[in-house]
């Protein structure tokens, strides 16, 4: 049984799934969102995650493992909070395919909303530059593989739109009522997110 299947009575919690690059103004987006929509939401973020860690010295072999789980964990944490009828916006990064393919093993994929955050790579390099607290060329090493996936629910620009007007576009889908499967949904069917490591 997957992680986020409900106890009885329970109602599952919604997840509204933020993908796009870093500095791509995702969780900028997320805050004004929980500000827009009805009854609590949480904001859960994997960089509140990986800041939860400590940092002891350790190589490359090793440190690519501790990322692992804890995206793992992360991933845990958002299906058991949607488990509890919690209902969550996610900030993420599928900048590897492991990352889409174990999300969709463990959330019910008619209760997730997945949302493409685009950005111009000249404006996501600009962001970069004046946050100055991610490595230089993140964004650009993660542009390409990020939405290789394809598929969404609803896809915002960022580059061209405030993180407000971002946020209502979404909100605008949450009110529609869709009868339509959910790219989760569309992609499990498909299986089409199995290739690659």
Same mark, same amino acid.
């Given at each position: 049984?997957?992680?986020?299947?409900?106890?009885?009575?329970?109602?599952?919690?919604?997840?509204?799934? /933020? *993908?796009?690059? !870093?500095?791509?103004?995702?969780?900028?987006? @997320?805050?004004?969102?929980?500000?827009? +929509?009805? @009854?609590? =939401? $949480?904001?859960?973020?994997?960089?509140?995650?990986?800041?939860?860690?400590? @940092?002891?010295?350790?190589?490359?072999?090793? +440190?690519?493992?501790?990322?692992?789980?804890? =995206?793992?964990?992360?991933?845990?944490?958002? %299906?058991?909070?949607?488990? @509890?009828? *919690?209902?969550?916006?996610?900030?993420?990064?599928?900048?590897?395919? =492991?990352?889409?393919?174990?999300? +969709?093993?463990? $959330?019910?994929?008619?209760?997730?909303?997945?949302?493409?955050?685009?950005?111009? +790579?000249?404006?996501?390099?600009?962001?970069?530059? /004046?946050?100055?607290?991610?490595?230089?060329?993140?964004?650009?090493? #993660?542009?390409?593989?990020?939405? %290789?996936?394809?598929?969404?629910?609803?896809?915002?620009? !960022?580059?061209?739109? !405030?993180?407000?007007?971002?946020?209502?576009?979404?909100?605008?889908? /949450?009110?529609?009522?869709? %009868?339509?499967?959910?790219?989760?949904?569309?992609?499990?069917?498909?299986?089409? =997110?199995? #290739?690659?490591?």
């Amino acid at each position: 049984m997957p992680a986020s299947e409900p106890g009885p009575g329970e109602a599952r919690g919604r997840i509204v799934f /933020l *993908n796009g690059t !870093s500095s791509a103004g995702k969780s900028s987006i @997320a805050g004004e969102l929980v500000r827009l +929509l009805d @009854a609590p =939401w $949480f904001v859960l973020s994997a960089d509140a995650f990986h800041a939860m860690r400590t @940092a002891p010295a350790m190589g490359p072999d090793q +440190l690519e493992g501790v990322l692992r789980r804890t =995206w793992r964990g992360f991933h845990r944490a958002v %299906a058991g909070m949607a488990a @509890a009828g *919690n209902d969550l916006v996610v900030d993420h990064v599928l900048s590897e395919p =492991w990352r889409l393919r174990d999300c +969709l093993d463990l $959330f019910v994929p008619e209760d997730v909303v997945l949302v493409g955050v685009h950005c111009p +790579l000249p404006e996501l390099e600009r962001r970069e530059r /004046l946050r100055g607290d991610r490595p230089a060329g993140l964004a650009a090493r #993660q542009f390409s593989r990020v939405h %290789a996936h394809g598929d969404y629910d609803v896809v915002v620009d !960022s580059g061209d739109r !405030s993180p407000q007007e971002c946020a209502r576009e979404i909100a605008a889908f /949450l009110r529609r009522t869709s %009868a339509g499967p959910t790219a989760f949904t569309r992609m499990r069917v498909a299986g089409t =997110w199995g #290739q690659g490591p």
